[in-house]
């Protein structure tokens, strides 16, 4: 009975996000009252503690958003200057093979917009360039949603880790952590690590997954083997792309992997692609428009193109410009021990929250929002002469973006929060999370690593965020894995992973790319092709973990 009510604020979550389809800036507050209510009544955990976990939470949510405001503030400064506009543009001269085009667009270029701004921006502005240059529009949304899963766990300069796992940290989880002679970023480090390894595996196939997609549904041969042709080149394509990417989260942390590599593939792939290396002879089109199924357009006119590409106002390196400042100043500051610590430094803390043994600090010169986001999205403002009212309205919109996020993010966190800390009460029955944790240990102790990756997809299914279901799953997850007494970072990491693959089909997701597509309706064709590669990225996942768990054994905390 404790199991079930300690479960009930994620299963009203679950319920209500989709079965019923209520977005989560509804669904959250409700959830959260509802954790307040049994950890208060059932838990019997004080009301200073309630308070201060609900403080705590928002306070770590806000944390989040700043980082998501400055990753959506240089998007649309860049979108406003006319960079975008060049960005896309490069992509239109390297090959007219579909299949290259495709491998390039949906998976590298989405994979370097994933780890610079993330939060649904990659599919939305990659489905509508490939749109441009002559891709069925429904086969854009598919092709962008699945390329946009390796780089997720570390979007947005790695929000999900930083911004999500690291709403778990405090009290007893804190005292495990530096117990085991970790601090809490070395911590974070290895879930990085521990979700980059599977991530990187599948990062080697799923350029040759995308392109399988594309011609067995969308080639007028419907077959597999025109994607087998050009195998050899989508696999390069993955090592390049994972090959730094797992370098990156080993050794410099979780904030660069999909964005250096994104910046690096980008670079190799598109110079050693108009070089011929490894382009097949034989260029592979779509058929004639007029051969298309009918629901593989919608609103949105195919083609065009370069044809059709107004003049642009910003050079190419002009444009790229921002994103490899990002780059530069993510790595120096994440790097260099003396600065990193400098910057550290400052920040506006409160020790003890209402009494409580919760601390909660804002590090404003060091978070990725501050420093690089919102400074590189200043400079942007200069370097490419963009008007005030321009300016201004670009600011506005980006604060009018950020404010259906800020809603559910506060009170997801804040209710995370409640659950992980409502042992603070007079009954020895440990947290919600913990009586949630022993159960499914019990249940699944054997296979926990197999089935783990699943819950990160549960988490994302129904938010649309692996940030939001890092934050829903990852205390719940370290839980499971102190009671079966396996790796917490490995088992974390399988949860980031997992939410990463559940990206392919979140509802949220797919909506957006199939929107800004013209093809809105066609939502649930979308969720049941990209089920399929969704899958077997969660099965790979697991597998990967569990080796790693069977392996190393308990010499991994």
Not at 49 to 72: H, P, Y
Not at 234 to 248: N, Q
Not at 276 to 284: A, E, I, S, T
Not at 293 to 320: C, F, I, M, Q, R
Request: charged share 10%.
């Amino acid at each position: 009975m404790l199991v079930l009510l300690a479960a009930l604020p994620i299963i009203i979550t679950v319920v209500l996000m989709v079965i019923f389809d209520w977005p989560a800036q509804k669904v959250m507050p409700l959830a959260w009252l509802l954790a307040i209510i049994i950890a208060g009544g059932v838990w019997g955990m004080p009301l200073q503690w309630l308070t201060g976990a609900t403080i705590f939470g928002g306070l770590s949510a806000f944390n989040i958003l700043v980082i998501v405001f400055g990753a959506i503030l240089l998007m649309n400064t860049l979108q406003s200057s006319g960079a975008i506009a060049t960005i896309n543009q490069t992509f239109t001269n390297i090959s007219p093979d579909r299949r290259i085009q495709a491998v390039i667009i949906a998976y590298l270029f989405v994979s370097f917009i994933e780890g610079a701004a993330g939060f649904g921006t990659p599919a939305a502005l990659a489905g509508p360039l490939l749109v441009g240059l002559g891709f069925p529009p429904l086969a854009a949304a598919m092709v962008a949603l699945i390329g946009d899963s390796v780089a997720v766990s570390f979007g947005a300069v790695g929000t999900p880790i930083i911004g999500g796992v690291s709403t778990i940290l405090g009290g007893d989880i804190t005292a495990q952590i530096e117990g085991a002679g970790l601090s809490t970023g070395e911590f974070l480090h290895q879930v990085g690590i521990w979700s980059a390894i599977p991530h990187a595996v599948m990062g080697v196939l799923i350029p040759l997954i995308i392109v399988m997609v594309l011609t067995k549904l969308f080639g007028a041969e419907r077959s597999f083997k025109p994607a087998f042709e050009v195998a050899p080149f989508a696999i390069y394509a993955g090592l390049v792309f994972s090959i730094p990417y797992i370098g990156i989260a080993y050794f410099v942390g979780p904030e660069l992997p999909a964005l250096a590599a994104g910046l690096i593939s980008l670079a190799v792939v598109i110079t050693t692609t108009k070089a011929g290396f490894l382009v097949p002879d034989r260029v592979w089109d779509f058929a004639e428009q007029s051969e298309w199924e009918a629901d593989w357009v919608g609103d949105l006119k195919p083609g065009g193109g370069k044809d059709e590409v107004k003049e642009l106002t910003v050079s190419p390196l002009n444009a790229w410009l921002p994103y490899i400042l990002v780059s530069l100043i993510l790595v120096v500051t994440r790097v260099v021990g003396p600065l990193q610590e400098f910057l550290s430094s400052f920040a506006l803390s409160w020790e003890g929250i209402l009494g409580t043994d919760l601390n909660y600090a804002f590090e404003y010169l060091y978070l990725p929002g501050t420093i690089t986001f919102i400074l590189v999205a200043i400079l942007t403002i200069f370097m490419h002469r963009i008007e005030g009212q321009v300016v201004k309205k670009t600011w506005l919109n980006s604060v009018k973006q950020i404010i259906p996020a800020t809603v559910a993010l506060l009170f997801a966190v804040a209710m995370v929060q409640v659950m992980l800390n409502s042992d603070a009460g007079a009954l020895e029955i440990g947290s919600m999370m913990d009586s949630m944790s022993a159960a499914a240990a019990g249940a699944f102790a054997g296979v926990w690593p197999l089935f783990s990756p699943f819950i990160g997809v549960l988490g994302s299914f129904m938010s649309g965020s692996n940030t939001v279901s890092n934050i829903l799953f990852s205390g719940f997850q370290y839980g499971v894995a102190d009671s079966v007494g396996i790796s917490r970072t490995v088992i974390v990491g399988l949860q980031v992973a997992g939410g990463a693959a559940g990206n392919m089909i979140c509802v949220h997701n797919v909506v957006a790319a199939c929107t800004t597509v013209g093809v809105l309706g066609a939502e649930g064709k979308v969720i049941r092709i990209n089920a399929i590669p969704a899958l077997l990225y969660t099965i790979v996942v697991g597998v990967i973990g569990a080796l790693g768990i069977w392996l190393l054994g308990p010499g991994l905390f």
